[in-house]
């Protein structure tokens, strides 16, 4: 899964595509490099963030999707049924919601409704307050409990099983400890018999790990080992910004594999 954020401010890439023929660019590069869907997202859920309104999340991510115009694989990255309801309308197949539901009463309905495929992500608090001293007693056994929860609460709403996948949100209330740990007891997640997703791409724990402790994202080997160890323990699908790099780390972990 390719990223492609159309925010002047997410915290990797914020700007870089902003601008909607340089973000239809990006997409269509990154399938050609290997994604298999790209996640265009029109608000910031770095630590700290405020989030935007549905106005201008639909001002940011509508272009880009009429530019596209139902000619590649799209996830939406949105918690928000209006701008979820349009991406979908424009041949969206994907509502990637880091809320997992929690967000917007009305996200459940318009999944079900349009059978779109649905990803849910665990979050502790919100993007603003996620980082102040993130506590678990065990952080992989609490999140796929908050996974479970979620994705019988999404099945009760309409939205088929074999549709979901579940992710545990790297970086999204973890300590960088707490983050490794949920790659290294994937399956704990994985027993929760749906597909992972693993968002691990340029996360400031990478930083932290190779020795910057102000990192406030982290090097494009770190991330590409992440891809790796997630793949081997598991993980269907991986949210990367270097598509390429991350093809072709897979690529030799498929052949050493296969
Ligand atoms: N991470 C980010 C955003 N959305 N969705 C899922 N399912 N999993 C993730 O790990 C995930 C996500 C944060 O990355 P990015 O989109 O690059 O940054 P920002 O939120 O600052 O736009």
């Known amino acids: ?4 954020n159309v925010t002047p401010d997410s915290f990797s890439d914020g700007g870089v595509t902003l601008r909607a023929e340089d973000a239809i660019a990006t997409a269509r590069r990154m399938v ?19 989030g935007v309104s549905p106005d201008e999340e639909l001002r940011r991510v509508v272009p880009v999707l ?3 115009a139902g000619e590649l694989p799209v996830s939406i990255d949105t918690s928000k049924a209006e701008v979820a309801r349009r991406a979908l309308a424009l041949g969206a197949e994907l509502v990637n919601d880091v809320t997992a539901l929690r967000g917007d009463p009305e996200l459940a309905e318009v999944v079900a409704e349009t059978g779109a495929y649905l990803c849910l992500m665990h979050m502790l608090g919100t993007p603003r307050t996620m980082q102040a001293d993130p506590r678990y007693e065990d952080v992989a056994a ?5 996974l479970e929860e979620r994705l019988s609460f999404a099945v009760a709403a ?9 992710d545990p949100g790297i970086g999204f209330g973890k300590t960088v400890e707490q983050n490794f740990e949920l790659v290294r007891r994937l399956d704990v997640l994985l027993a929760l018999g749906r597909p992972v997703v693993v968002g691990f791409s340029r996360k400031s724990s990478l ?7 102000d990192a406030t994202t982290g090097p494009l080997a770190a991330g590409l080992a992440a891809a790796v160890t997630a793949y081997e323990r598991g993980a269907t699908i991986l949210r990367v910004h270097d598509v390429r790099e991350t093809a072709e780390a897979l690529a030799v972990a498929q052949a050493v594999g296969a």
């Open 1 to 4: 899964m390719g990223v492609v």
């Open 32 to 50: 050609a490099e290997g994604a298999a869907i790209v996640d265009v997202g029109g608000e910031s859920t770095r630590p700290g963030s405020e």
């Open 142 to 146: 609490e999140v796929a409990a908050f």
């Open 207 to 213: 930083g932290h790990i190779v020795g910057d402790e």
């Open 158 to 166: 309409g939205v088929p099983e074999e549709r979901i996948c579940l």
């Open 66 to 68: 009429e530019g596209l």
